[in-house]
């Protein structure tokens, strides 16, 4: 998984870095909020943000909340890591938008341990995105008779809204996802081939 790390101080960020990279994920560094913000304003930003709160240029906050600003249906999972450890600051940073919370300095087990529930939650988000795809599609392609339909009384021909007449079959497909299989019922039966009725 792509990670972005925005760190401005050295130590911490090679350390998250390097930890990161030896779990298997790639990483992407920035050394300030508006350069995590430019590489998160592009198409392919990754998907997990590990974002410092204290950062020159643009702090953690003002990034959070530009990145929440933007509507998205697979939004990007954020963890701020900060030396603010106390709990105004815990309850500070996640009402302001982020997904999890990692003091400094944090300890390697810990950092593993939220950044799978990340990958977990962006793992389900795609598959969410996907099932949601797949509803669309397949409601772009059901097609549903509602509404009064005027049917001749002797032909049984149905008129469109064009105001043609077509035979039921033909409006039916037209308007519906429906087949067509024809068989004879027993009154027509009877009317029809009554030499074979017995």
Known sequence: MRILIAEDDLTSRTVLGAVLKKLGHEVVETVNGEDA??????????RLIILDWMMPVMDGFEVLSRVRAV??????????????????????GLDAGADDY???????????????????????QERLALQVQELLKAGE????????????SFCKNIRDDQGYWNQVEAYVSRYSEAKFSHSI???????H?????K
């Open 185 to 191: 019922c027993p009154d027509c039966m009877k009317k």
């Open 37 to 46: 913000w430019t590489i998160m304003e592009k198409p392919d930003a990754p």
């Open 71 to 92: 509507p998205s249906s697979q939004p990007p999972y954020i963890i701020m890591l900060t030396a603010r450890g106390e709990k105004l600051d815990i309850i500070a």
């Open 141 to 152: 392609q059901i097609k549903i008779l509602q509404g009064i339909i005027p049917i001749c």
């Open 102 to 124: 990692l003091a400094k300095p944090f300890d390697t087990g810990e950092l593993r341990a939220r950044v799978d529930v990340g990958r977990r939650m962006i793992e389900m």
């Open 193 to 197: 081939y009554p030499e074979f009725i």
